[in-house]
């Protein structure tokens, strides 16, 4: 899987759930991420950021009861405490670990151990990266929180016409080797630009995406973002998805479930709409249609500054169609 942030924690979560004999999981995660308690360590201490590979590590972590309070511990939030409010203990341990050991690889690696998990992680690019934009207009944002939390009046409702990585960093060896022997590269859900496309930008990622010969599935958004993918249709989010990666994914699935209403007024009220289903049967793609709702309405950690998303995929839904596939 390629990915960052809660899409990849939704979807390695539900897919740890079946034998190891089925699946062998690796995720491959981004290292523009700048906002929140992420940002904060990564300015203070200059590693790479750490809150992708949390997500991820704890997705797969091991069910039992030592391994559930471990996951709810590497994902516990502070929200008090002077310089530690809004941080993960997850996060401050894997910098602890880094500092200690003198690589963030071996920090992941530690880390894995610790929490027992299933399946491997690594980062897209072995140094930390500034995710910059460039919108319809000729402005250029740069940093990963400023693209995905745009400040009021500015751009919000621009188009990104170009999206790079700074420096010109490459894919680490781990990940080109991931992708090149994977079966099934899962991209999505997530933010188009700053979770699935800032992996993409980086240098030979894109390369190693059209030599692969792995199947592709795209999950497609619940909902567009305002400042990010204002007014797209899921054939937007297509159009975009080709051009970046430099080929068609095999499968596209996507919600079909309505969402409550009152979530809907939510979201309107920050101009965020259901992404509108406008696929059409020309296209080289095998489309699958369903409910992959979750049910309940997310609540948001006390201490956590950064927006998130109020509903999201069911990760066992994912899983059992993603499952039918392989």
Do not use: C
Request: aromatic share 8%.
């Amino acid at each position: 899987m390629i990915g960052g942030g809660t899409g990849t924690y939704t979807v390695l979560s539900g897919l740890k759930k079946y034998p190891p004999h089925e699946l062998v999981l690796s995720a491959i995660v981004t290292v523009a991420d700048s906002g929140g308690s992420t940002g904060r360590l990564r300015d203070e201490f200059g590693y790479l950021p750490v809150g992708d590979f949390r997500m991820a590590l704890t997705a797969l972590a091991d069910d039992g009861d030592t391994g559930d309070i471990l996951r709810r511990l590497f994902l516990y939030r502070f929200n008090k405490g002077e310089g530690l409010s809004g941080h993960n203990f997850g996060n401050l341990l894997l910098v602890a670990m880094t500092d200690m050991f003198g690589s963030e690889e071996r920090a992941i690696e530690l880390a894995a151990k610790i929490l027992r998990v299933r399946g491997k992680v690594f980062p897209i690019a072995n140094e930390k990266l500034t995710l910059a934009a460039k919108y319809s207009s000729g402005r250029i944002v740069k940093g990963e929180s400023r693209i995905d939390e745009p400040e009021d009046g500015h751009g919000k409702e621009e188009k990104i016409t170009s999206l790079w990585v700074e420096p010109r960093a490459e894919i680490s060896k781990s990940a080109k080797e991931e992708i090149h022997n994977a079966d099934f590269i899962i991209l999505g859900p997530g933010d188009l630009y700053t979770s699935t496309l800032a992996n993409v930008v980086v240098f030979g990622a894109k390369e190693a995406l059209r030599q692969t010969s792995s199947k592709i599935i795209y999950i497609m958004n619940l909902m567009t973002k305002y400042g990010q993918t204002h007014n797209f249709t899921s054939k937007d989010h297509m159009n975009e998805l080709v051009s970046y990666i430099g080929k068609t994914p095999d499968y596209v699935m996507i919600n079909t479930t309505v969402l409550p209403n009152d979530i809907l007024k939510e979201y309107s009220e920050e101009r965020d709409f259901p992404v509108e289903d406008d696929l059409t049967k020309s296209h080289p793609y095998i489309i699958l249609r369903g409910d992959f709702l979750q049910e309940e309405k997310v609540i948001k950690p006390s201490g956590d500054v950064i927006k998130r998303s109020l509903i999201r995929h069911d990760s066992h839904k994912l899983a059992r169609a993603i499952i039918e596939l392989l």
